[in-house]
């Protein structure tokens, strides 16, 4: 059974959810303080007035980290007041005056502590008969998104779990609030948050697509120890979940079977040959146990050698072709066809398989398969369940070099109980208009959906 609802937010302390007019005339990338209050935001904007920007009373600042080292969801919302005022109010470069270093080190180094302890593929079961679990895709630092989702979405309530299915940073102007924000609530809530990685929590998507400049505009001279910081705690992060033994969510999807045999070896040593071909015809499904032995702490996942499972399961599409294929597109990872889908889900006794990875941008390109305008899409329908792509990031790309936007809804997943196997769809549009904000990468240059990656930077 599927169940589609339209969120809609009609607090009047909040901005509207309106569909977005267009600014067709965006300016070139800055960071200084100069051009952020003069220049005229790239970000979608509404005829309808966003009263939360001119009546919204200044938080307590900066945010201090508890005297008990204990984050309460009280200290979770203090911090995302205070993100949300400083996005509206403050240039970039002070940043540091609401969130100071010495407080991030902590927020970073308790998250990681938590992340790093968690499996490649966490399993998240023993969910109440009075709970439900919510399924969050794409972000991209759209920060005011996030927050209408959050409490549409029932934000801090005992009986909710989330699982965000990565590319929580890049492209938009507050992926680093963004990424604090739900490593605050990670370390708050640790049984009831989990924080997948996607493709773009990497080194090179990061250098290449705006984090680290943000990361470095807003910190100044500790920037780079904060970025650094960051990609430390990306490495941590899981590649997927499989949820109440029905749902299996990762960023990307499905991934390819690293082969071993035994080799000839010396007396004594035990050797095991992996045997890696890329040609069509001799790729197999991979297993969640191999999954499970996996590598992920690397800046960026390989595209080639022996570590391939990580690139996949972040970087894999889905096809209407049968069979498992070579990503050429993107250079890494596969794609893979509703044989495929049912091959996965009937080994494993699951319904669903909820990936995201592809906005309305690369779904303009792909053919035989849906568009991204309701915020997902159901690509594959078979005996054993189905395949969605989930994609959270209304109006997106925020910074769009093309005269029309795609105007796109973002959406998130709930499964209910008993068995939390048919996803109800809520669809939900941008907060118009957004904040003042500059792009942090060459938006104009880099306009197609994460294609033509340079591949020999990507070699950890």
């Known amino acids: 059974m599927f169940t589609q609802s339209d969120s809609r937010n009609t607090d009047p302390t909040t901005p509207a959810a309106a569909t977005a007019d267009v600014n067709l005339n965006p300016p070139p990338p800055s960071s200084s303080d100069e051009d952020f209050f003069s220049s005229v935001s790239v970000a979608s904007s509404s005829s309808s007035e966003d009263t939360q920007s001119h009546t919204q009373t200044a938080p307590q600042t900066p945010i201090s980290w508890p005297a008990d080292s204990v984050v309460t969801r009280a200290w979770v919302i203090s911090l995302m007041e205070a993100f949300d005022w400083g996005s509206r109010n403050l240039p970039p470069s002070e940043f540091p005056s609401i969130f100071p270093v010495h407080v991030f080190d902590k927020l970073v180094l308790s998250a990681s502590k938590i992340l790093h302890k968690e499996p490649n593929c966490v399993r998240i079961d023993g969910i109440g008969t009075d709970s439900s679990v919510v399924v969050v895709g794409d972000l991209h630092g759209q920060l005011h998104d996030v927050i209408f989702l959050l409490r549409d979405a029932g934000f801090t309530a005992d009986n909710r779990v989330f699982v965000f299915n990565g590319d929580y940073v890049d492209r938009g102007a507050w992926g680093l609030e963004t990424f604090l924000l739900l490593l605050a609530w990670k370390v708050s809530m640790p049984h009831k948050v989990y924080l997948l990685r996607g493709n773009h929590e990497s080194k090179y998507c990061t250098s290449v697509y705006g984090f680290e400049k943000e990361v470095l505009t807003k910190y100044g001279d500790k920037g780079k120890h904060v970025y650094r910081k960051c990609l430390g705690c990306f490495e941590g992060l899981p590649l997927a979940s499989i949820i109440a033994g029905r749902v299996y969510t990762a960023h990307g ?55 391939l499972i990580p690139g996949d399961v972040l970087w ?6 049968p069979g498992l294929s070579p990503n050429t597109e993107r250079g890494i990872g596969l794609l ?23 906005g309305p941008d690369a779904r303009e390109k792909r053919s035989g398969l849906g568009g991204m305008d309701e915020g997902y899409t ?22 769009q070099a093309t005269e029309e936007r795609f105007k796109n809804k973002g959406a998130y997943i709930v499964l209910n109980p008993p068995n939390f196997d048919a996803p109800v769809f809520h669809s939900f549009e941008a907060i118009t208009p957004r904040p003042k904000a500059n792009p942090f990468y060459d938006f104009e240059d880099v306009i197609d959906s994460d294609e033509e990656l340079d591949l020999a930077s990507m070699v950890s």
Not at 339 to 349: A, M, P, R, S
Not at 378 to 399: C, M, N, R, W
């Open 336 to 358: 893979w066809g509703p044989d495929c889908t049912e091959e996965f889900l009937k080994k494993y006794n699951l319904k669903l398989i909820i990936r995201s990875h592809e």
């Open 378 to 399: 159901i690509d594959h329908v078979v005996e054993s369940g189905k395949l969605i792509t989930l994609f959270s990031a209304p109006d997106y790309p925020q910074f």
């Open 253 to 307: 999807g499905l991934f390819r079977c690293v082969a071993t045999t035994p080799s000839k070896r010396s007396k004594g040593k035990k050797t095991r040959k992996v045997i890696l071909n890329s040609e069509s015809s001799s790729l197999v499904l991979g297993s969640l146990e191999e999954l499970s032995r996996a590598r992920r702490t690397v800046l960026d996942p390989p595209w080639e050698g022996l570590n």
């Open 316 to 321: 894999s599409d889905p096809s209407m072709s």
